[in-house]
């Protein structure tokens, strides 16, 4: 089920220097929009992680997204994580850092990172899906490209919104 970002905080405002005339001086331009950024990565869940561990990661996940001003989605099958993360690139970035070095996943790969112009998730804080609900390994099992895998992971997730 979809979640939604109802009260969500306001991201920072990012300001550029412009001139307005000669000999004026640089001012202040307020930028409502931060650059949005993206990041897919893959990683394997730790031995032991229990489906309730998941469910608390998922709560979390969703509140601080939601405090961040993140959306995305993870998917969870067979020992595997697949996220897709966006927002501004500053807090996306930080907490980038913070789940390389979580506890309840090794081998953290990041198969594809960029810009932005809209989201791709813009309602959900963190949607979740697992093997029951879409599966892909079966998605990807069409014999696909290997080199295609970042940009097929980033679909699949995308086709999860309908």
Not at 44 to 57: H, M, N, Q, T, W
Not at 69 to 85: A, D, M, S, V, Y
Not at 87 to 104: N, V
Not at 127 to 156: C, H, I, K, T, Y
Request: one cysteine or more; hydrophobic letters at 35%.
């Amino acid at each position: 089920m979809p979640c939604k970002n109802k009260g969500k905080e306001e991201a920072p405002m990012r300001h550029a220097q412009i001139s307005l005339s000669p000999g004026t001086g640089p001012v202040p331009a307020i930028d409502p929009e931060p650059q949005l950024g993206y990041v897919l990565y893959r990683s394997v869940a730790s031995p032991g992680l229990e489906d309730d561990d998941i469910d608390r990661l998922l709560r979390r996940a969703q509140h601080r997204n939601r405090s961040l001003g993140l959306t995305g989605c993870l998917h969870h099958e067979n020992g595997l994580f697949f996220q897709w993360l966006e927002g501004p690139r500053a807090p996306l970035f930080r907490l980038l850092e913070e789940l390389r070095d979580d506890f309840r996943h090794v081998g953290f790969t990041v198969l594809d990172q960029g810009t932005l112009e809209a989201r791709v998730f813009d309602d959900w804080d963190m949607q979740f899906s697992d093997r029951q609900g879409a599966s892909l390994n079966d998605w990807l099992a069409r014999d696909m490209d290997p080199m295609e895998e970042a940009q097929a992971v980033g679909r699949f997730l995308a086709s999860l919104r309908d």
